[in-house]
T-cell receptor, first 113, second 112 residues
Framework: DTGVSQDPRHKITKRGQNVTFRCDPI?????LYWYRQTLGQGPEFLTY????????KSRLLSDRFSAERPKGSFSTLEIQRTEQGDSAMYLC???????????FGPGTRLTVT | GEDVEQSLFLSVREGDSSVINCTYT??????LYWYKQEPGAGLQLLTY?????DMKQDQRLTVLLNKKDKHLSLRIADTQTGDSAIYFC????????????FGAGTRLFVKA
């Protein structure tokens, strides 16, 4: 396994459009996390899944954001009606159950024009 | 509340030791971490310390935890130019899901 992968690596979209990102975790990892990182800041927690169940969501995750992990493997993060403030790097991480160690993917950089 | 703070920049000469400091606010932290991020690369877990430990050493890295003052530090011995990167302090909260709170990062410059 080559680690956590994310697709696309870069996305440029116009304000008001919808975008969807995909994350493929390390295959045996039950937990999957989404973070957002803006320039000059550390990653901010958005949400996490244990298998297909979404167990926690940050208040940063507004109604325009939705995340799914339908079969407990890959996950998607959708942003509807994008705003310029959504421009950021979206990071995915995965881990084994009850493990402190999260493995991060390379991220998807979103630019909203 | 959940907050992790660290200084933004540190500049050292090659061969010197670097010390990056961090403070956190949540006393229910279970693990504290140091991550490294190089330009264009993902986050790499460098080292971690469990909240009931005071110190952890891993080759050139030494982590010190003062739980009373909620202060964490990372010392890099014999700093090399390849150590130039952004270093993030982070804590995992005792929520069962290892939700991780990150600081804003310290940019380490290593001068040859």
């Amino acid at each position: 396994d080559t680690g956590v992968s994310q697709d696309p690596r870069h996305k440029i979209t116009k304000r008001g459009q919808n975008v969807t990102f995909r994350c493929d975790p390390i295959s045996e990892h039950n937990r999957l996390y989404w973070y957002r990182q803006t320039l000059g800041q550390g990653p901010e927690f958005l949400t996490y899944f244990q298998n297909e169940a979404q167990l926690e969501k940050s208040r940063l995750l507004s109604d325009r954001f939705s995340a799914e992990r339908p079969k407990g493997s890959f996950s998607t993060l959708e942003i509807q009606r994008t705003e310029q403030g959504d421009s950021a790097m979206y990071l995915c991480a995965s881990s084994l159950d009850n493990s402190y160690e999260q493995y991060f993917g390379p991220g998807t950089r979103l630019t909203v024009t | 509340g959940e907050d992790v703070e660290q200084s933004l920049f540190l500049s050292v000469r090659e061969g010197d030791s670097s010390v990056i400091n961090c403070t956190y606010t949540d006393s229910s932290s279970t693990y504290l971490y140091w991550y490294k991020q190089e330009p264009g690369a993902g986050l790499q877990l460098l080292t971690y310390i469990f909240s009931n430990m005071d110190m952890k050493q891993d080759q050139r890295l030494t982590v010190l935890l003062n739980k009373k003052d909620k202060h964490l530090s990372l010392r890099i011995a014999d700093t090399q130019t390849g150590d130039s990167a952004i270093y993030f302090c982070a804590e995992s909260l005792n929520t069962g899901g290892f939700k991780t709170i990150f600081g804003a990062g310290t940019r380490l410059f290593v001068k040859a």
